[in-house]
């Protein structure tokens, strides 16, 4: 048995191991973060967006949620936070009670939902039919 080929063969099994982790680091620098998951009761959500990074990611992460909500402003279309949001299921429970955006990601249940948002004082107030499947989306505006 020839042994002269064994460290030719662990030194390019560490680099090809080393090539792969370094590709793999960079990859992983270059996809923007997600704003972290938060949890409350049994429910999962997430609210963030400033930022285009951000804004990016929470766009395309989207559709792994059954309830995404957008909060903006008439005034040129300005994204806003600091929205109050309140979701009460059909028998008028609340399942989240936070305040966020202007983006809310929510995974909910499929069923009816009460979704209410107030932004400097104003509220407003949806219906939403959260499906099975794919996301239900709802955006409100103010004018500020």
Same mark, same amino acid.
């Given at each position: 048995? /020839?042994?002269?080929?064994?460290?030719?063969?662990?030194?390019?099994?560490?680099?090809?191991?080393?090539?792969?982790?370094?590709?793999?680091?960079?990859?992983?620098?270059?996809? !923007?973060?997600?704003? !972290?998951?938060?949890?409350?009761?049994?429910?999962?959500?997430?609210?963030? $967006?400033? $930022?285009? &990074?951000?804004?990016?990611?929470?766009?395309?992460?989207?559709?792994?949620?059954?309830? #995404?909500?957008?909060?903006?402003?008439?005034?040129?279309?300005?994204?806003?936070? /600091?929205?109050?949001?309140?979701?009460? &299921?059909?028998?008028? /429970?609340?399942?989240? &009670?936070?305040?966020?955006?202007?983006?809310?990601?929510? @995974?909910?249940?499929?069923?009816?939902?009460?979704?209410?948002?107030?932004? /400097?004082? @104003?509220?407003?107030?949806?219906?939403?039919?959260? !499906?099975?499947?794919?996301? #239900?989306?709802?955006?409100?505006?103010?004018?500020?």
């Amino acid at each position: 048995m /020839n042994t002269s080929h064994k460290p030719s063969r662990l030194a390019g099994a560490l680099a090809a191991g080393c090539l792969a982790f370094a590709t793999l680091s960079a990859v992983a620098q270059n996809l !923007p973060a997600l704003p !972290p998951v938060q949890q409350q009761g049994q429910v999962e959500f997430l609210t963030g $967006g400033f $930022g285009a &990074d951000e804004s990016n990611a929470i766009k395309a992460a989207s559709s792994q949620y059954p309830l #995404a909500l957008t909060f903006s402003s008439t005034q040129g279309g300005a994204y806003v936070a /600091n929205v109050k949001v309140r979701i009460t &299921d059909a028998r008028g /429970n609340t399942v989240l &009670d936070t305040t966020g955006g202007p983006y809310v990601l929510v @995974k909910l249940p499929a069923g009816r939902y009460k979704v209410s948002a107030t932004f /400097n004082g @104003k509220e407003q107030t949806r219906q939403i039919s959260v !499906p099975r499947s794919g996301t #239900a989306r709802a955006g409100f505006t103010w004018n500020t």
